[in-house]
Structure formats: structure tokens, C-alpha cells
């Protein structure tokens, strides 16, 4: 019996060594959804997701809220049939962290007739149960012997979720954050939004938060930017809101409005808002802060520091 023992540890051996290596997973940059993406296909430059530009192919990827799924799904599974779409299936869809679900059809635009696939995934893991995606697959006719309808599942099947990957979003801001001022970041996005917090939820009113975000447009006229900056937060859900400082300031070497108020969150706590505008050429940067009234002294002055620390690229 022990004369066969290195025999049958060496066909062990061999098995394990011969079963095809897992494809990797792939993410596109400073998203939390990735998956295994078919030969040929290489990151997108128009978009997250990726490409075959040869053959027209497109996989897109959304990176959304985790509470926003409900109403994505209901979004998703809306598509209905007119002149250039028409639905194939609906259905439950296993992937690799959950189910989810998916819509297939065809489509046709500018001539050319597609299938795609869209599915409508939320985590269900610990560390990223705040994330849905919205995967899409969009293949030619012209294409289907490259990309048959079993390589699209394959695909799809594989969609996974990572932790925020901090570092990656930050990269691709248009500022750079010098001074996070002991805040943490939640998330930051392309188009030059990031959200802070001092708290170890997400998505809390409990803790002290920062927005930052790049916007287009603003005042035409410099004396126009106190009532602009006023207005402005006004839009910001706080019962009862009532101004306690506005006036003009130069932030980081531009001119600048800083509007202070105090008011109550949707839970009705006493809370105090700080908004500062930063005007550049067409646009301007907003910083947007809120923290419980009575940790409004240790706040306010880290509000500042990250103010004063972004950084132009």
C-alpha cells in the first residue's frame, strides 16, 4: 500500500497543476466594481469600463450608492419596447458576490443593430455593502463570433466589488487634498467631487462632513457673489436654516465667499454649515462642511485646513 503513495501524490500534484489558471479580475481605475473581461477588450478611454475599439464592443461600469439600488433596478428593468429596442429577457442573474438583475435586448443606432446585457448588482460583503453596479455589454451583430452570448455571462458572472480604493480616486481629482485634517476620504470621483467624513460610517449625520466639489458657471459679476453664494446654500436640506456670517475672503490666492448657518438636520439635531466658493476662470470650487453644534469648535478649524490645503494640478 505505501509503495503507491508517491504515485498517487504525484497525480494529485499534476491534477491540481493542470486546471486552468482563474482569469483577473480587472477594475477600471477608482471604481469599487471589477470583473474578468474577455480577451480583447482593453480599459476604456471615453469612459469606466472597457473597450474593443476594432469591433465596437463596450463594457460600462457604474460604481453607485449602495442605497441607490432599488431605484436603479426599477431604471434598468423599465426598457420598453419601441422602434430601435427590443427586450429579449429578464432574470435573476448569479454573479460572484450575489444575485442580481438582469435585462437583456437588441438595439439599433445609426445602422448598426446590437445585443446588450445589463445588470443591476449590490453588494452583499461587509466592507462594501454601500455599492451597486450597473455592468453593461454592448456587442455589434457583427461581432457575436468573437463575443458569443456564453462569453458575455462568463463575464458578467464574475462582477465583483473591492474596498473604496482611496488612493486611485484622489489620483484622479483636479485638485490634490494636501491636509485631510485628520477627516477620512468615502469617496472622491473624476469629475472633482470627494466626500469626507470624521466617523467610522459612511453615511452617517452624526459626524462631522465634507464635500468638495468643482462646478461650472457661477456669478458673471464680483458683486454678484454673495447673493450667489447665499442662494447656493439654500439648496442644502437644513430645517429652519438661518444665515450667520456671509462675506467676501480670498482663499488660496483667488477671490473667494465664505456663508455660515445654523439650522437642524433631517433629525432634527442642531447643526452648523460653513460653505466656501473659490472663483476661478468659468467655475469655481465649493467646500461644503456640516458638524453637530457642539462639535462645531473642534471642527471648524480642520474645516479650514482642508481648505486651505487643496491644491490646484
Request: charged share 20%; glycine share 10%; aromatic share 8%.
Amino acid at each position: 500500500m505505501k509503495r503507491f503513495l508517491p504515485l498517487a501524490l504525484l497525480a494529485l500534484i499534476t491534477s491540481l497543476t493542470s486546471l486552468p489558471a482563474q482569469a483577473q479580475v480587472s477594475f477600471p481605475l477608482g471604481s469599487r466594481v471589477g470583473l474578468e473581461v474577455p480577451k480583447g477588450l482593453t480599459p476604456s478611454t471615453s469612459g469606466p469600463g472597457f473597450e474593443d475599439t476594432t469591433r465596437k464592443v463596450v463594457i460600462s461600469v457604474l460604481d453607485l450608492p449602495g442605497p441607490a439600488f432599488p431605484d436603479v433596478e426599477r431604471a434598468a428593468l423599465a426598457v420598453q419596447k419601441n422602434s430601435g429596442v427590443n427586450e429579449e429577457k429578464r432574470e435573476s442573474f448569479a454573479f460572484r458576490s450575489g444575485i442580481g438583475s438582469l435585462i437583456s435586448f437588441r438595439l439599433t443606432a445609426e445602422g448598426t443593430t446590437y445585443r446588450k446585457w445589463i445588470l443591476v448588482a449590490g453588494s452583499a460583503t461587509a466592507t462594501t455593502a454601500d455599492v451597486t453596479a450597473v455592468v453593461s455589454f454592448q456587442v455589434p451583430e457583427a461581432a457575436h463570433d468573437t463575443y458569443p452570448e456564453q462569453v458575455v455571462r462568463t463575464a458578467l458572472a464574475s462582477v465583483t466589488f473591492r474596498p473604496t480604493p482611496v488612493e486611485e480616486q484622489l489620483s484622479q481629482l483636479p485638485y490634490k487634498l494636501a491636509d485631510l485634517a485628520g477627516f477620512r476620504v468615502v469617496r472622491a470621483a473624476p469629475t472633482g467631487g470627494v466626500i469626507l467624513t470624521d466617523g467610522p460610517r459612511d453615511d452617517s449625520n452624526e459626524q462631522p462632513n465634507v464635500m468638495v466639489s468643482v462646478l461650472n458657471g457661477g456669478p458673471k459679476e464680483p458683486r454678484d457673489r454673495g447673493s450667489y453664494a447665499e442662494q447656493l446654500l439654500s439648496t442644502v436640506p437644513i430645517a429652519g436654516m438661518r444665515l450667520t456670517n456671509s462675506e467676501p475672503m480670498r482663499i488660496g490666492g483667488q477671490p473667494g465667499y465664505e456663508v455660515r448657518a445654523e439650522g437642524k438636520d433631517g433629525h432634527g439635531n442642531p447643526v452648523t454649515v460653513v460653505q466656501w466658493l473659490r472663483f476661478g476662470t468659468g467655475g469655481f470650487l465649493r467646500v461644503l462642511a456640516v458638524a453637530q453644534k457642539d462639535k462645531w469648535d473642534d471642527a471648524f478649524p480642520r474645516f479650514r485646513a482642508i481648505r486651505d490645503g487643496i491644491q490646484t494640478r
